[in-house]
């Protein structure tokens, strides 16, 4: 082995102690520790992030039953309210005067402006066993190049005849005209 000058032992020293230390510093840092609180940070923003997700869904579908719960208690009063009130005077019945309803319909659509005819509905009476009330619908499908006409005939059906609500109402574009079908319903008592 070749004898190093002075000079040479000492750097060789320095160098190894220099070697020791940076080894001694590297176990002393704890990476792990900071590695696995990065994972626990990152674990904790996830299962937020899903709880927060649920927590709206639960929210949003708690108000869809909120919503359900206040019509069915506002139908239900609405149907007391008819079991315990007389005939309703201020539309005509549809069970004695079925086609005075169809001819104010029909006439709503004439001052509306629709381009058609209105033609006579699909009609379908219902009641609930052991109910004194009845439910009437009519179905209609009207097509018209304006859809502002046939909102205006609704709104005029609504209007002439204030028992009458409108219980379903699908639109559907077509070629040159739009295509609605609108489902007017009432309650009335059974006689």
């Known amino acids: 082995m070749t004898q190093l000058p002075d000079g040479g032992a000492a750097e060789e020293r320095r160098l190894l102690l220099a070697s020791v230390a940076a080894r001694a510093e590297r176990s002393n840092q704890p990476r792990h520790v900071v590695l696995l609180a990065g994972l626990v940070l990152a674990g904790a923003v996830l299962a937020l992030v899903l709880g927060w997700s649920s927590f709206a869904a639960a929210r949003s579908k708690l108000r869809t039953q909120q919503d359900t719960a206040g019509r069915v208690v506002e139908t239900a009063a609405r149907l007391q309210a008819l079991r315990s009130a007389g005939p309703d005077t201020s539309s005509p019945r549809a069970s004695d005067a079925g ?20 033609v006579a509905p699909r009609t379908r009476e219902s009641s609930s066993p052991g109910s004194s009330a009845v439910r009437y619908e009519w179905t209609y499908d009207v097509r018209d190049p304006s859809l502002d006409a046939i909102l205006n005939w609704i709104a005029r059906v609504r209007e002439q005849a204030p028992s009458l609500e409108v219980f379903s109402f699908k639109v559907r574009p077509e070629q040159q005209v739009w295509f609605v079908t609108v489902r007017f319903t009432r309650w009335e008592r059974a006689e």
């Open 99 to 118: 086609q005075q309803v169809l001819g104010l319909i029909e006439r709503a659509g004439r001052e509306a402006g629709l381009r058609d005819r209105v």
